[in-house]
């Protein structure tokens, strides 16, 4: 009975050192960190538990889990309150190397590290950032966070001034100088099987300050993923009216549209109304859609679309799509046991 109680009383305490966030870094209150017996993670944690690198492995698949956390409104500085928590998607490449692109906001590190570990993760070969904002950094940056928790490879971010040292704030005991990676569109890298280019931003966009939401959103790092016949694109927070649009142009120009076109898509800026436009969906034209971290895709964005089968983790929860190098793709989601194959 005295270990219920205290259980309920840590949770209690768990849940409202969470919820009266007042600004954009708040303060942590570290759970209990047994994770067979804290309801905190039972209710919130992601509910596969498996060694997710032998999984890949032995199917020689690529194996996506875009992470969310319990839905907590938060205020920001302004007064306004929103639901949303930002973006990160866990990435196994089927040499079993590991890929976390961006980490969510700070109130979630804790599920976060809980999460990979459920998944057998000890390692974080690369951990992207796609841009500098808290609900992407967070996760990573914040004491007991990804950086603090696990040995991490290499650490790669756009390689643009985004008014963010990500070298000093993003320092882990495994890392070495040389282990911080600016990219920029036209760069390449290969892990395995698996190739990814960078698409965005421009080599025009080096030697200038952004600072400006709207500016370091248009700045983030969109990254295309190939593995045989599949392919994958993130795209971060890039806005309909800027990025989108430019990047469309541009590769329309150099005749190289095709490095758009993909069967996965990470939807740009969370699947909000300022992203997701015809001008770049068309070109992308994706089998599945990803929209992660945000309250609700709403219709107008969702009709867009079309006959792709767009996924909101705001209402699926966890999300895990397996990809075996064809076109073809399954996923799970974690609420409802949803389920599908595409």
Same mark, same amino acid.
């Given at each position: ?121 000890? !390692?974080?070969?690369? $951990? ?7 609900? #992407?950094? &967070?996760?990573?940056? @914040?004491? %007991? /966070? +990804? ?108 005749? !190289?549209?095709?490095? $758009? ?7 740009? #800026?969370? &699947?909000?109304?300022? @992203?997701? %436009? /015809? +001008? ?63």
């Amino acid at each position: 009975m005295k270990k219920s109680i205290r259980y309920i009383l840590i949770t209690v305490f768990l849940l409202v050192s969470l919820c009266s966030c007042t600004g954009p870094t708040p303060v942590l209150t570290e759970p209990e960190p047994t994770e067979t017996e804290n309801p905190y993670f039972t209710e919130n944690a992601i509910p596969w538990k498996y060694d997710a690198r032998a999984k890949a492995m032995e199917a020689g698949t690529m194996e996506y889990y875009f992470m969310y956390s319990d839905d907590v409104t938060y205020v920001r500085t302004n007064g306004s309150k929103s639901h949303k928590w930002g973006d990160s998607c866990l990435i196994i490449f089927p040499n079993g190397e590991t890929m976390l692109i961006d980490s969510g906001r700070p109130e979630y590190c804790y599920i976060l590290s809980e999460n990979l570990r459920r998944l057998g993760i000890t !390692k974080i070969d690369y $951990l992207m950032f796609s841009h500098s904002h808290i609900d #992407h950094v &967070g996760g990573a940056v @914040s004491v %007991g /966070g +990804v950086l603090d928790e696990f040995e991490i490879g290499k650490v790669y971010y756009p390689a643009v001034d985004q008014d963010y040292d990500y070298k000093i704030q993003c320092r882990a005991d495994s890392l070495e100088s040389e282990d911080y990676e600016p990219l920029i569109a036209g760069d390449t890298r290969t892990f395995g099987d698996v190739t990814m280019t960078v698409l965005w931003p421009m080599s025009a966009h080096q030697g200038q300050t952004f600072s400006d939401t709207d500016d370091v959103n248009n700045t983030s790092l969109v990254v295309r993923l190939e593995y045989k016949d599949h392919s994958a694109l993130f795209t971060g927070d890039i806005y309909i009216n800027f990025a989108e649009k430019q990047m469309v142009e541009h590769y329309t120009q150099q005749g !190289k549209l095709n490095l $758009l076109d993909v069967d996965i898509l990470k939807a740009p #800026h969370h &699947g909000s109304s300022t @992203s997701s %436009g /015809g +001008v770049l969906l068309n070109a992308v034209s994706p089998t599945l859609a990803i929209a992660t971290g945000y309250e609700k895709v709403g219709d107008t964005v969702r009709s867009r679309y079309g006959d792709c089968t767009l996924i909101n983790d705001r209402e699926c929860g966890y999300i895990h799509v397996t990809a075996d190098g064809t076109d073809a793709l399954t996923y799970e989601c974690s609420l409802y046991n949803i389920r599908g194959a595409i």
